[in-house]
């Protein structure tokens, strides 16, 4: 994106009232009595106008470039009501084209915001109104998928209230919308990891480390072994805190956001991972989190320490603070930086913020191998055999050989966090599943990649250079196994549908949206299939620029 | 074929104890939802059609599907690899070696190294230009040119080379070049960094240079013609650009050697090396 020297000085001004408003966003919040939701300007109603233009976020003293909804980072929230219908126009006041897409949302898939997939996109200059019935609740989020727009801001949360009052309404909420912003373009961190994967890892293992002994290293031999396949075992994340920049509700941490409760009284977090990048450790220390939603559907409640969520994922947790102030820390799943906000009873107030934890590392079993220890045997790790379907070219670095069912796992780096940790396995819907059938037939998905070139893709080939869409039939009950070929953790996104995660819950298997996958691991969702095209694809969104995408076409049978 | 009677019951005892059941404890007599396992229908035929052409002008969702669809901008990079001062027994001199590169899966490369003693004319400069394309996740075949502006008469040579990322993560490079006068040579270069600390990176790095015949105007000998070892420790101020200190050392063999001596030069030489690495 061009800059141009005049857009640029309306930029600096515009941060400069941007700032302005961080001042009084974070620092002097008025209370004005539940219910709250603080944060970005909240719209509601069934006609709403967005506009997105050049805007600012404020990081460190310093304006950011961003791609602004209403001029704000992130955009306003949308606060719905379900059964209702919606008339959104979006007014396109960039140079380039743009779009939103309803992250979550079960809508006809032509407004479902993809260009060149669901619609041609808003021209510059152009307006869109995209028009469509609210049939859910939740917590959910809007976001552009237009070029790497998301990257530099345009995104939003998306509330949906229930047609009926819950039972016992929790009347105290915030949102928390955990995003990433760099002062770098991400054209250029692209650039930069074309040249040079390694580029962001500013923890990788050393010589001191080998000699220091202790968790932050390798042995030896295991070092060895893992040189000898050319992997790295401190590869957690592409993109770090040494680019990035951990924002809550846009604001970081020196802002201090504060979300304001009365001692007592419990209050509702709506947790939503905008990051275009990054995985979050979100825990609140000395306060139990009860998730009573995940990607905005309705869970049996599950009391847990921590939660690690991917780019795309929605968690509700519920948390009864007592009379004093708590810090939000979201540490990044490679402990390179971290988003920190507070929960307080009056504005002003802080907590600790809790140092971040060493660096994690991955293991054999993110390797897709299944025993533990440094022994290697015959395993092979990059056998066509064990995924006929992958094309085995130059951007295939490994087949898991024996990928495991992980949904058991806490996520990368927490299996000794030494308290709760929220896995796949610990959700179960609060209500039946809408579709008991079993599955008539299985896919499986192969996600591949090579770090050493930054190549993503599914199945061996980037989106870009084979167009083979997943084909299904409209209605038709489908099972979607995802195999995690790539020393990464992917969140994978189906537009348009909620599936039931397949992790032993039978009826009451945990909807989603957005699944991660970990490293060497597999896991399954059940699907209905619904009409029309559908993206497909990890939510790290430099992966998905590299080709780690596809079409779902649903067709009638 | 009939069900055996108890497992039969139990399936009946099962559905009549689900309502009131506990939610999510699966039974394995019959699975309900999620525990069941998919059937093996027949997947439909992979259509390309577009279903939002029924909704959005046809010509308009076509561009933005051949938007979506195009091919990444090409990246591009150039690094430096060598350019440093080197400290010896004679005279001063300094080396350089680097390249650039544009593409992804298909790459243009372009490759430069000399060396010379300062305040003279250069003893050896070359450009190379190639066709890289990636042949596994961690090698490149090459094919391409070099010429060689020193020494003088200069030489064209055509190229051909694997380079790439060894088990142990060894960068290596082997190229064979033949000259406009038919003759063989090849070069092998390996390096490894090992890191210190974050910042403070040691590579060791080999490079041998062979010959498939004695050339007697160019003073090597068929075979080994040199040998050079070197070890450098760099301070990464960032990843892009690294000063570094270190030493090489150099061995001419065999027949080359002897052409060395012949003119009065050691066989060996040694030298404390300053320079820059870096890219951008």
Known sequence: MKWPDVARRALLRGGALAGGGVLVGGGARAFSGPPVVSGPPVLSGEAITLRIGRGAVAMGGRMARAVAINGSVPGPVLRLRQGQMLRLTVVNELAEETSLHWHGLELPFQMDGVPGVSFPGIAPGASFTYAFPITQSGTYWYHSHSGLQEMMGCYGALVIDPAEPEPEPVLREHVLLFSDHSFVDPARILARLKADPGYYNHQPQTLADLLAGGKQAQPLGQRLAWARMRMDPTDIADVTGSVLHYLVNGHDAADNWTGLFTPGEAVRLRCINAAAMTFFNLRIPDLPLEVVAADGQAVQPVVVDEFQFGSGETYDVIVRPGPRAYTIAAETMDRSGMACATLAPAAGMKAAVPPLRPRPLLTMKDMGMAMSGGAMGPMKMRDGANAPQVALGPGVEMISPMPQDRSGDPGIGLDQAGHRVLTYRDLLAAAPNPDPRAPEREIEVHLTGAMNRYMWSIDGRRMQEAHEPIPMRKGERLRMTLVNDTMMAHPIHLHGHLFELVTGHGTHAPRKHTVNVLPGGRISFDMTARPGDWAFHCHLFLHMAMGMMRIVKVRPA | ?280
Do not use: C
């Open chain 2, 1 to 280: 074929m009939r069900a055996p009677a108890p497992l039969g019951l139990l399936a009946l005892l099962a559905l009549l104890a689900l309502p009131q059941g506990a939610l999510a404890d699966p039974d394995p007599a019959s699975p309900a939802g999620t525990d069941q396992s998919p059937g093996s229908a027949e997947a439909p035929p992979v259509v390309h059609d577009r279903a939002a052409d029924r909704f959005w002008p046809a010509a308009a969702m076509a561009a933005a599907e051949q938007a979506m669809m195009a091919p990444a901008p090409p990246y591009a990079a150039m690094k430096v690899d060598l350019a440093e001062y080197q400290l010896g027994a004679g005279a001063d001199r300094w080396r350089w070696e680097g390249e650039g590169w544009a593409g992804d899966v298909n790459r243009l490369l372009l490759r430069t190294r000399g060396e010379g003693a300062v305040g003279r004319r250069l003893d050896e400069a070359e450009v190379e230009a190639a066709y890289a394309r990636a042949i596994s996740p961690w090698w490149n075949l090459e094919a391409g040119v070099r010429q060689d502006i020193r020494p003088t008469p200069a030489r064209s040579h055509a190229m051909l080379a694997a380079e790439g990322m060894a088990p142990y993560l060894f960068d290596v490079l082997a190229a064979a070049y033949l000259s406009d006068r038919g003759q063989l040579t090849g070069r092998i270069e390996a390096s490894v960094d090992q890191r210190l600390t974050r910042r403070l990176v040691l590579q060791p790095r080999m490079e041998l240079n062979l010959s498939a015949q004695d050339m007697p105007a160019e003073r090597l000998g068929a075979g080994l013609t040199s040998a050079e070892l070197g070890l450098r420790l760099r301070f990464e101020i960032t990843r892009r650009f690294a000063p570094y200190v270190g030493a090489a050392w150099t061995w001419r063999s065999g027949r080359t050697a002897a052409y060395a001596r012949a003119e009065g030069e050691g066989a060996a030489a040694r030298s404390l090396v300053l320079g820059v690495k870096g890219w951008f």
